[in-house]
Every structure is written in C-alpha cells, then in structure tokens.
C-alpha cells in the first residue's frame, strides 16, 4: 500500500484525471474532494460492503435459517425488544393465516 | 386484499398500508422499492423482509437490539431525509423507527448479522432505508453463528 501524508487543501492524482483533495483534516476524520471522469465510480467502502453483504443474504438457504432461529430461541433471545417490528408486521401477516376463523 | 408471493410463505395477504416503501432500493437490489414484513411466532425472533416485485427475493434480518442491546444510530442527514425524519436528531429505536439487521451466510458459513448498515423504517409512514452507519464502530459482518455446528430447529 502506497502511504502519503498529505495536509489539507494538498491533493494526489491517480493517473492522468483522478485527483483527491484533502479539503479538511480533523482529529477523527477527513473531508476529501475527488475529482474524476464521469464513467469513473467513486462510492463510500460501506456501500460496496453492504451491498455484497445484501447479495450473500439473498441467497441464504432456509434450512440454516431455522437452525439460526432454533439456536436464538435456545439462547433466550426470544424475548427480545422486537415491539415495534411486531407491530407492523401483524399488520401484514394478520389477515393472512390460512385457517382464519371468521372466514373472511 | 392483495397478495403477494413469498419465498418461504407461499401466498400471503397483505394491506397496503404495511408496505414498507424504499425510494432507493437496497444496495444491490436498487430495483426493489416495496417489501412486507413477515414475522411468525414459529421463526421469531426472525423477520422476513419479502419483496413484493420478486417472489424469489427475501431477507431474513434480527431486530438490530436482539444482536446488540446497546446499539446506537447514527443515520446520516441524508439518510434521515429520505425518511422524513428531524435531520439534527437521531430517531429512536422502537419509538420512531424499527431496526432490522440482515443476516448472511458466507462462503465459510459462518452466519452473521449486518450492523453497518441496518434497515431502517420510519415507524409512521413505513418509508424505509438501509442506512451505513456513520460511526464505523459496527461491523458489515457481526458474527452470530456458524451453520455448520448450529443443532436443527426442532
């Protein structure tokens, strides 16, 4: 990994048309300006980890997840602070019971 | 009523105003603005986050507090924005907002539980985002379990 120290308003280029700009260093962060040709994607790290993340998710089989919702129950999760996502989703899944006994 | 497809529920019914709406999609599935939530006494403390455009597509995520007690927001202004929520104040779990951690397997089956970037649903107009954290204090993959050593659900 190439290391600089660069102070604010100094910059870096990257090839010929990509140039990073410190535009503020602080004790815990940094504000950085990049330039770069339109076609050139510039995104958080976060991002690129999350949607990763959300694609090994899509494709999570069922059979672990009952194992994963066997083991959470076993641990006494169960009984976690889930009010607010009860709510809503009774909202959704409350008139779709399959034996519904009013018949609707 | 209208229903919807699912993966793991057959068809269920569903009312409009339980739909959880996501003007940006989720990253990597930027096409998929309107999902249900599915949450049964069997499979709690799971929740299913089921797409309503693909049957196929559905998350399975924790109550973000059911993996950390302690967890703390904090929503970018922008994300608050798309939630319609006070940018200058983080919103509270269970009060203003639900908080949903989706879970993955990986490829060395360990099963983990996204932190870094929950989904968050204004608990009033439904209007959800999957929000990376400001704060890189949480992990994209929490560890919870390893599938491979985990006993079957009786």
Excluded: W
């Excluded at chain 1, 004790?27 to 950085?32: C, F, H, I, P, S």
């Excluded at chain 1, 009984?79 to 779709?96: I, K």
């Excluded at chain 2, 924790?62 to 319609?84: C, F, M, N, Q």
Aim: hydrophobic share 40%; glycine share 6%.
């Amino acid at each position: 990994m190439l290391v600089v120290r660069r102070r604010a308003g100094e910059s870096v280029l990257i090839g010929d048309d990509i140039e990073v700009v410190v535009l503020e260093a602080g004790q815990n962060r940094v504000k950085l300006g990049i330039m770069a040709p339109r076609e050139v994607l510039v995104f958080r790290k976060e991002l690129e980890l999350t949607r990763e993340q959300n694609r090994a998710a899509a494709v999570t089989d069922a059979l672990s997840l009952s194992r994963l919702a066997g083991a959470l129950n076993a641990l006494g999760r169960r009984d976690s602070d889930t009010g607010p996502v009860e709510q809503l989703a009774d909202a959704t899944t409350c008139d779709a019971s399959a034996g519904d006994p009013d018949g609707r | 009523m209208p229903e919807c497809r699912t993966r793991y529920f057959e068809t269920l019914d569903y009312t409009e105003d339980s739909v959880i709406r996501l003007p940006n999609g989720l990253p990597g599935f930027e096409q998929e603005h309107e999902f249900i939530l599915i949450d049964r006494p069997l499979n709690r403390p799971l929740v299913f986050i089921q797409s309503l455009r693909t049957s196929s597509l559905c998350f399975v995520a924790l109550p973000v507090l059911s993996v950390d007690a302690h967890y703390r927001l904090s929503i970018s202004s922008d994300d608050l924005d798309v939630l319609g929520l006070d940018p200058y104040r983080q919103p509270r779990i269970g009060d203003d907002v639900a908080c949903l951690s989706i879970i993955a397997i990986g490829e060395d089956r360990l099963m983990t539980a996204n932190l870094l970037s929950p989904l968050v649903i204004n608990l009033r107009s439904c209007v959800a985002v999957q929000a990376i954290q400001a704060s890189c204090n949480y992990s994209h993959r929490h560890p919870l379990l390893n599938a491979e050593t985990v006993p079957a659900c009786s």
